[in-house]
């Protein structure tokens, strides 16, 4: 039997990325994004698996839709929680173990924090992880970090805020490790329901240079803040914690909080959104969620290139 593959053949973690594999990655991003045609067929007879055992709209459907762009083949379960045999007790480790003999890369979403790590011990195809629990969410934060740069084209001492559950977003807790790439990023938090950053966010921000201070209120953030990254209280993962609506509200972000910042602070949300971001917002040149989303998709073309050597 084949070797598993080194974690370089994968993605599980944004810290797997530093400013130079970054650079690469956006620039073959940007040439996709203005023209994919001479990407189209360069995926043609691979078969990609994509292995949802969480919900997912964006995720799924953008690896999917970048996979048959670049005219890959998928197989996919849906609902893997429910229709695989994850539902029967196999392990992550059967799981993957299978499905590589049936598929040249895997693409895998899953609500254990260890999910990726478990999935890659056998590995011998690439594989990608779509979400780990709370832990991480890479290639979100990746395309976050493309969308940054592409609005702002640097990210020095980019001032951040992180708002909504700081504590269960996976995104949030992808992203700050990402950023940490670039010097001198000041980060604000802004928790919904006492759901702090972690701690060790925290120091590690501070280890690499960055700094951190949490408010409580929209009126504590400076006006020339470059974005603000909102997100949705993760009702799946919460352990007992209980709050008041006030307590999720307050963190709620409209037309009229929004008139409080310049014309240069642009709004992020991984999505799906409950009502953490009004939509009579949704028409303002600095609601920029949707481009985001849009990003995704050929941040992922990139991805899967890039994994299956094709560039
Ligand atoms: C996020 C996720 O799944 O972590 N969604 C996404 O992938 N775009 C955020 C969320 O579910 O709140």
Redo the contacts with the bound molecule.
């Keep these: 039997m084949k070797k598993p593959l080194p974690l370089s053949a994968h993605i599980i973690s944004s810290e797997q990325y530093d400013a130079k594999k970054l650079k690469r990655l956006f620039l073959l991003t940007k040439r996709i994004k203005e023209s994919d045609k001479k990407y189209r067929q360069l995926l043609k007879g691979k078969i990609v698996a994509t292995l949802f055992f969480e919900p997912?709209t964006?995720?799924r459907l953008s690896f999917e839709a970048a996979a048959l762009r670049l005219g890959a083949n998928l197989i996919s379960t849906e609902n893997a929680a429910a229709n695989s045999s994850g539902i029967k007790g196999e392990t992550i480790e059967d799981t993957i173990a299978t499905v590589q003999n049936y598929a040249d890369l895997i693409i895998m979403r899953h609500s254990d924090d260890e999910a990726a790590e478990k999935a890659i011990r056998l590995a011998r195809v690439p594989f990608i992880s779509a979400?780990s629990g709370k832990k991480e969410?890479p290639t979100?934060a990746l395309l976050d970090l493309f969308t940054i740069l592409d609005k702002k084209e640097h990210l020095d001492k980019l001032k951040i805020a992180l708002v909504g559950d700081l504590k269960y977003?996976?995104?949030i807790h992808s992203l700050v490790k990402l950023i940490l790439n670039f010097k001198g990023i000041n980060f604000y938090a802004f928790p919904a329901c006492k759901l702090n950053l972690p701690k060790e966010y925290i120091t590690e921000i501070k280890k690499r240079g960055g700094t951190y201070q949490e408010v409580t209120s929209w009126k504590e953030l400076p006006r020339n803040l470059d974005f603000i990254y909102q997100?949705?209280v993760?009702k799946e993962r919460l352990c007992g914690e209980i709050f008041t609506q006030e307590e999720e509200t307050k963190c709620y972000l409209n037309k009229k909080v929004m008139a409080q910042f310049g014309q240069d602070t642009f709004v992020l949300h991984?999505?799906?959104r409950n009502g953490e971001i009004s939509s009579d917002f949704d028409q303002d040149k600095r609601a920029i969620y949707f481009e985001q989303a849009a990003n995704g998709m050929y941040l992922r073309m990139a991805l899967l290139l890039q994994l299956l050597g094709k560039i």
């Design positions: 997912s964006r995720t979400g969410h979100q977003g996976r995104t997100t949705r993760q991984p999505l799906p």
